[in-house]
């Protein structure tokens, strides 16, 4: 298994300049003015370069630090176990860093330390950096314990997802098979009803929570990642519902915004792309929806989108004021 490494960042660490007497002053001064960012005691990097980052580096850079500055092997899980492998969540990173510990061994968790307290004998992990931590597989599983139906659908996703470069992380048989290994109740209904709605065919987190929302608000189940040839070449499609020939498509920013998916493109290239591909796509099917992450958080919004072009629900509108927090 192939752990992530550590976001390609210069850091500055107090304890690599041995003899030196850091000027404080001045550091603080950095700091205060915005010029550098503290990711742990002692350890800083320039905030132009932190700003690059995703959220899913960020905590993952915050792991990382925490790690190597802990003073005995731990076990690290959940979130923080998430972020290493580079599987991403929806809403913000925790502030403190996950770690399981044995059940009833006493210990708080801390400021910058948040303790499991669901055993440690009993979880699969490897080896990392001193300390162990917890596979996909039981990272997604932990996760989804604790979490809301559609975190534990997005995580379980993650580490299911097949188009991930590398490959991916987990496969469903040894996710089910960790399941029944538990022998702690706590979370198990959680972990079935996600298991159920979990797939491989989600190539991002947003997909995940569109397949979820979309199966609430009555609409009918979708064929994920459907292909049609165009004339510039084959592509896939996120949703499409076969008895409507209707295609569905989360439409986010981060193919206009993202280095590694502009691939040298412009923004402006990029957009116009997306754009003659959306023209093509309509010109096959009989209708095509598409929405972005409000849409998500209101759904009344995609609601409305949904059928305005055309796509039937069996279920009545939910209020205009229902908000999703992520």
Known sequence: MNIEERPDIDIRRVRDQPGELPDYRKLRRAMDNGAVHRVGPGAFVLTKEWQKLSRLDKHRLNVIEAADRMRHPALISHFAAAS???????????????????????????????????????????????????????????????????????VLDQALWANRPGGPLASIDEIRMLVEQRTSAKGSARIRRALDEATSLSDSVRESQSRVLIRRLGFPTPVLQKEFALSGGTVRTDFYFPEHDHVGEFDGVGKYIDPKLLAGRTPEQALIAEKDRGDALARLVRRLSRWRTPALRRPRELYDILIADGLPSTLAPPPRSLFQSR
């Open 84 to 154: 290493v492998h580079g599987m991403d969540i929806l809403g913000s990173w925790p502030t403190r860093i996950d770690v399981r510990v044995s059940t009833g061994s006493g210990g708080r968790s801390t400021g910058l330390i948040r303790r499991h307290a669901i055993g440690i004998d009993e979880a699969d992990a490897v080896a990392w950096r001193g300390h162990r931590i917890t596979t996909p597989a039981q990272t997604a599983i932990d996760i989804t314990a604790v979490s809301d139906h559609v975190l534990g659908v997005v």
